[in-house]
């Protein structure tokens, strides 16, 4: 589609009328003949003598080249440009970021995968997550992995590929074998810090109890809901261990509730895909569609024609004049 960036350049093409209409001809002196018969020739002629100049009329032809060449030439001070077919970028809403417990606890094979192999806690969670992530399209996510401290493991990218990749090079105990949950939050709430997307959520997953956070879970995740971010717990642990493997339910249920998110049990990797699937539902894709459509000047076009049309109206008057030249002349003019 041709639009024009300067539009109200179009009121300046009568002005070559206004000028022809206030402002007088333009005079130019010519060498006349004298005679000493002049009286004989105005009575043969019939014609009054009177003082003034004469306004020579222009041809028809010129005068419609030039008009256009004109028109021409104000079209292009008007800038025009061909807007190009819209393209659409889908812009993310959310920020999403995984929290990965790569405690000593999470070697303990207990789960049983696609196949029916029994696997451990870790393998599970990143088959399920590789698969969670295949269907985040339109989401910015990270990872972060804690074991006896925190570590950003993949800060937030739309680049889910990257995200799946390297989660399935975590191994259990990378990050110290102790869990730190409490400080893994306060990690990712700083990650946080730099989003400008409304919607901000946090997942979870953990088997342990809290044994080496120097910010207490709880307190945390109050930080958490003051800024509007969302935790979703997911618990992977044995409710019936005891000491450092302990699953702390109560405190993930405290986390989850403080900010207004939801707390869920995986015993099995049955469970734990079910909990994806809800956690899919509950966290919906939203995506804003950004619209922009390239602009290209072609104000080079009317220009060009500008120019070849007054290249091909010199060529004619040059060639008429050169046919309606006598022969002789002509020959005399090439003369050297």
């Not at 009568?14 to 006349?32: E, I, K, M």
């Not at 935790?231 to 000491?243: F, K, L, N, W």
């Not at 900010?259 to 995506?287: M, N, S, V």
């Not at 049309?309 to 004049?321: G, K, N």
Request: proline share 7%; net charge positive; charged share 25%.
């Amino acid at each position: 589609m041709l639009a024009f960036a300067y539009p109200w350049i179009a009121l300046l093409a009568p002005l070559p009328l206004a000028v022809r209409w206030l402002l007088p001809a333009y005079p130019s002196r010519r060498t006349g003949l004298r005679v000493p018969f002049f009286d004989r020739l105005v009575a043969l002629s019939g014609e009054t003598p009177r003082h003034g100049g004469v306004v020579a009329p222009r041809q028809r032809l010129p005068l419609a080249v030039l008009v256009l060449c004109w028109l021409l030439a104000l079209a292009a001070l008007a800038r025009p440009q061909w807007i190009e077919p819209p393209l659409h970028r889908d812009q993310p809403t959310r920020d999403l970021l995984l929290l990965v417990d790569l405690s000593g606890s999470m070697d303990t094979k207990d789960f049983v995968d696609a196949s029916g192999k029994t696997v451990d806690r870790l393998s599970a969670v990143k088959q399920v997550l590789g698969d969670f992530l295949s269907r985040r399209k339109g989401d910015r996510v990270g990872v972060v992995v804690f074991g006896d401290a925190p570590f950003a493991l993949v800060p937030f990218t739309t680049d889910l590929d990257l995200a799946r990749a390297m989660l399935q090079d975590i191994v259990v105990g990378m990050a110290g074998p102790r869990t730190a949950f409490g400080d893994a939050i306060g990690l990712g709430l700083g990650l946080f810090d730099k989003s400008t997307v409304k919607a901000k959520t946090i997942i979870a997953l953990t088997d342990g109890n809290d044994t080496a956070s120097k910010v207490p879970p709880a307190e945390a995740a109050g930080i958490a809901k003051d800024r509007g971010i969302v935790i979703h717990t997911v618990a992977v642990g044995d409710p019936t261990a005891a000491g450092e493997d302990k699953l702390d339910e109560e405190a993930l249920k405290q986390v989850a509730q403080a900010t207004g998110g939801g707390f869920y049990r995986a015993l099995d990797r049955e469970q734990l895909e079910g909990i994806y699937r809800r956690l899919d539902e509950i966290e919906t894709r939203k995506i804003d569609t950004v619209t922009f459509r390239p602009k290209r000047d072609v104000y080079w076009v009317p220009l060009a024609a500008v120019l070849t049309l007054s290249l091909l109206m010199r060529a004619f008057l040059l060639l008429r004049r050169r046919i309606r030249m006598p022969s002789g002349l002509a020959a005399a003019r090439g003369a050297p």
